[in-house]
């Protein structure tokens, strides 16, 4: 009598590996099944990594244009400004004081072995007109090196002459804008005569074109002797000469830049009787594009950090979301699980479904977040007209952080659905 073959428990049928492709198309299906919920669960990643993207790009952009303008000052550039007035107890802001003369900066240029060319000058904002045309811009009364000093050149005319300097000459070089401004682009204006403050004035020189530098604009100036701006205009003398606001002065070469501060430090503490030892507090400061620079940066960086960390907050909230998401996922689909560990899926396969489908959504909110962010700091570099720079570090941060999260958010409601007993998920409605 032949006896039939008992059939093999369920538990006992060896099913075959289930492969990475495999799984990542079962969570792919799933989350598609319920494209709402996985879309508002991916939202916190999305806005998450959109901020780190297009905070680092807009800040590094910022930081490019503006350390571009300052080197367009001069890197080898020290400026060295009056002190600040006071009243009422109020700084009026430096340069406000007549703590500097001209005779500072020509004991700069003879007697600081780091120093090579020393410009003074003198500035306020001065009604000019010519013919029917009245504006209001910044008159700079200086010497003759200043267009050396700060590269300033001359599209037609010339710059003033050393014996129009010493003879205080009502002379003038105006810059673009107010060429354009007071004559337009057809009338010849070399040797017409503008008025400022009532003081006639002839036109020697056009600069050509250099764009704004920070606050100032070289382009809405008008350059006129030191000495006839002081005398005529400003009237700002100091007991030991002509007073000035700033001295600017070019270094030998770059590397000598603290060395130049160094020695134009003690030089000017030595002319105005300033002892630190005592007391005394200097009645300049001394500053750098070099200076400036490094500041900024570190200004920039800082905030960078901060809006970062912000962001970083969002992505701890997005984590969160993809966790109760997957946690109320693995409740509602209690019965599936049960069906797949009975057919013989093992806890592995469970928890690997369930893993991929939190890395799925990470992975996906990390990749539209960097494509945003990208898109964001592109429009925001177009509208405020700043480089446009992506850093490969910030997209590689954005994309492995949407991993993390999803790894990190997923193991807890996989490891609960891998866990799961079939008979017990099978009886749930």
């Known amino acids: 009598m032949v006896k039939s073959r008992q059939p093999e428990p369920l538990a006992a049928i060896q099913l075959p590996a289930i492969s990475v492709m495999e799984i990542l198309a079962m969570a792919i299906a799933a989350l598609w099944s319920n494209k709402l919920r996985t879309a508002l669960t991916m939202l916190g990643v999305i806005i998450g990594i959109t901020a780190v993207i297009a905070v680092t790009s807009v800040g590094q952009g910022v930081q490019s244009a503006t350390a571009a303008n300052l080197q367009n000052l001069g890197a080898d550039l020290l400026q060295v400004r009056a002190g600040a007035a006071n009243t009422g107890n109020v700084s009026q802001g430096s340069g406000s004081a007549t703590t500097l003369t001209w005779s500072d900066a020509q004991a700069i240029e003879s007697q600081v072995a780091a120093a090579g060319t020393v410009t003074a000058y003198l500035q306020q904002t001065t009604q000019v007109v010519y013919a029917e045309n009245n504006l209001s811009t910044t008159v700079l009364g200086t010497d003759t090196n200043y267009a050396a000093v700060n590269n300033i050149t001359l599209q037609s005319g010339r710059f003033f002459t050393s014996d129009e300097l010493a003879a205080a000459q009502s002379v003038a070089v105006l810059g673009p804008t107010v060429r354009a401004d007071l004559f337009g682009s057809d009338r010849e204006p070399i040797g017409e005569k503008i008025r400022l403050q009532g003081q006639r004035y002839t036109v020697v020189g056009i600069a050509n074109e250099k764009g704004a530098q920070g606050r100032e604009n070289p382009d809405e100036q008008i350059y006129v002797p030191l000495t006839n701006m002081s005398a005529r205009l400003v009237g700002n003398n100091a007991l030991s000469g002509i007073a000035v606001q700033g001295i600017a002065v070019k270094v030998t070469e770059q590397a000598q830049l603290e060395a130049a501060d160094f020695q134009i430090t003690n030089l000017l503490r030595v002319r105005h009787n300033i002892h630190p030892a005592r007391g005394d507090e200097d009645d300049f400061r001394i500053v750098s594009a070099a200076n400036l620079v490094e500041t900024l940066t570190s200004t ?71 494509g945003l962010g990208v898109a964001i700091a592109r429009i925001a570099a177009t509208l405020f007209d700043f480089p446009f720079v992506i850093s490969l570090w910030a997209i590689a941060l954005g994309v492995g952080l949407s991993f993390a999260i999803g790894i990190v958010a997923g193991v807890i409601p996989a490891r609960s659905a891998a866990k799961l007993d079939p008979i017990i998920a099978l009886r749930s409605d």
């Open 300 to 370: 920039v960086g800082l905030f960078t950090i901060m809006v970062v960390a912000i962001a970083a907050i969002s992505l701890i909230v997005g984590g969160i979301g993809i966790a109760n998401i997957m946690l109320v996922s693995v409740v509602e689909r209690t019965r599936e699980i049960g069906i797949r560990k009975a057919v013989g899926a093992t806890d592995h396969a469970v928890l690997s479904q369930f893993l991929a489908e939190a890395i799925a959504i990470a992975a996906a909110g990390g990749v539209l977040g960097v």
